[in-house]
């Protein structure tokens, strides 16, 4: 049961993480600019994936 639950989890919480950023894209893009929230903000994608990867080390999905 813990390996199921811990695999669980982690689907989960990679699943969450990628809606969140989908939702940031749509909900953020410019208007004027069809290209997106992430497109124009680089950082703030580096910031995302750097906060992503300390909280979740791939060591643990792995």
Do not use: E, Q
Not at 45 to 55: E, Q
């Amino acid at each position: 049961m813990d390996a199921f639950t811990s695999i669980f989890t982690k689907k989960f919480m990679i699943r969450l993480y990628s809606r969140v950023c989908h939702y940031l894209t749509i909900t953020l893009s410019n208007p004027a600019d069809k290209r997106g929230f992430f497109y124009l903000n680089k950082d703030f994608v580096k910031f995302c994936l750097i906060h992503f990867l300390y909280v979740f080390p791939l060591n643990k999905f792995f």
